[in-house]
C-alpha cells in the first residue's frame, strides 16, 4: 500500500520542524510540502494533491479560522483530500464548522495530541480512508460540563438514551456502551436507533448519523464558546 500523502501547514517553525521531523519517521506517511499561511496552503494542495491535509486552524493571514475555511474551500475544489486539523484550543464551534459540509474526509485534534504520535498517524489514516476524528478531550470536555440550552433537542431523549448517547460522543463502539451498562447490544441498538430518530437524522444525511448524533450533542451540551484544554 502507497504511504499516505500529507501537505502541513503550519506558522510555527519549531511545531512545524517537530511535526515533520516525528511524521518523516512513519514508512506509511510521506509529507510532500510544507506551508505556513493560507495561500501557501492552498497553493500546496493544487500542486500536490496529498491525500490529507494536516493544518493548523489559526494561521496567517488572519490568524483567526484560516484552518476551517480550507477545509470548506477544499470541500468543493479538492472534494477528495481529507483534512485533520489541530487546534489549542477545545472549542466545539471550530469542530462544528469543520464538519458542517459533511464528516467525511474531517479530523480535529489538539495540538497536544502531536506528543502522541501514533494517535495522530492514526487520525491520518482514518481521515485519509473517509473517516472522521473529533478530539476526546473536547467530547469529554462537554460530557462533563453536564449542562446543556434551553430547549434542547436532548430533551426529548429519556435518561438512559442520554447516557447512551454520552458514549457514543466518547467514541465506544456498541459492545463497549452494553458492557458498560451491563445491557445486551441488542438493546444498545435499540436506543441509538431511538436517538437517531428523536434527533431527526435521516438515513440519508450527509454527515455518517453516529458521527451526526454526537456532533448534535455536542452543540447541544456546550455552554458556548470554547472549553480550555485539559493539563
Given at each position: 500500500m502507497p504511504p499516505i500523502r500529507v501537505v502541513l501547514a503550519e506558522d510555527g517553525d519549531l511545531l512545524r520542524a517537530g511535526v515533520l521531523a516525528l511524521l518523516e519517521a512513519y514508512d506509511d506517511i510521506d509529507v510532500v510540502a510544507t506551508a505556513t499561511n493560507l495561500p501557501e496552503l492552498l497553493a500546496a494542495v493544487d500542486a500536490h494533491r496529498p491525500d490529507v491535509l494536516l493544518?493548523?486552524?489559526?494561521?496567517?493571514?488572519?490568524l483567526?479560522?484560516?484552518?476551517?475555511?480550507?477545509?470548506?474551500?477544499?470541500?468543493?475544489?479538492?472534494?477528495?483530500?481529507?483534512?485533520?486539523?489541530?487546534?489549542?484550543?477545545?472549542?466545539?464551534?471550530?469542530?462544528?464548522?469543520?464538519?458542517?459540509?459533511?464528516?467525511?474526509?474531517?479530523?480535529?485534534?489538539?495540538?497536544?495530541?502531536?506528543a502522541d504520535v501514533d494517535e495522530l498517524v492514526a487520525a491520518l489514516h482514518t481521515v485519509a480512508a473517509g473517516g472522521s476524528v473529533i478530539d476526546q478531550i473536547v467530547v469529554d470536555a462537554l460530557v462533563e460540563t453536564g449542562t446543556r440550552r434551553r430547549d434542547s433537542l436532548l430533551d426529548?431523549?429519556?435518561?438512559?438514551?442520554?447516557?447512551?448517547?454520552?458514549?457514543?460522543?466518547?467514541?465506544m463502539t456498541n459492545g463497549a456502551i452494553a458492557a458498560g451498562l451491563v445491557i445486551t447490544?441488542?438493546?444498545?441498538?435499540?436506543?441509538?436507533?431511538?436517538?437517531?430518530?428523536?434527533?431527526?437524522?435521516?438515513?440519508?444525511?450527509?454527515?455518517?448519523?453516529?458521527?451526526?448524533?454526537?456532533?448534535?450533542?455536542?452543540?447541544?451540551?456546550?455552554?458556548?464558546?470554547?472549553?480550555?484544554?485539559?493539563?
Open positions: 493544518t493548523d486552524i489559526r494561521m496567517p493571514p488572519d483567526t479560522d484560516e484552518g476551517v475555511r480550507a477545509a470548506g474551500e477544499l470541500r468543493r475544489t479538492h472534494p477528495g483530500v481529507g483534512v485533520v486539523a489541530l487546534t489549542q484550543y477545545a472549542d466545539v464551534e471550530y469542530a462544528l464548522d469543520l464538519v458542517r459540509e459533511g464528516s467525511d474526509g474531517r479530523g480535529y485534534l489538539l495540538k497536544e495530541r502531536v426529548r431523549l429519556t435518561p438512559r438514551e442520554l447516557e447512551v448517547l454520552s458514549m457514543v460522543a466518547r467514541g447490544d441488542r438493546a444498545v441498538e435499540k436506543h441509538i436507533n431511538s436517538i437517531l430518530t428523536k434527533l431527526d437524522l435521516p438515513a440519508d444525511a450527509p454527515v455518517h448519523r453516529r458521527v451526526a448524533a454526537t456532533l448534535v450533542f455536542l452543540s447541544e451540551a456546550g455552554v458556548g464558546g470554547g472549553v480550555a484544554p485539559r493539563r
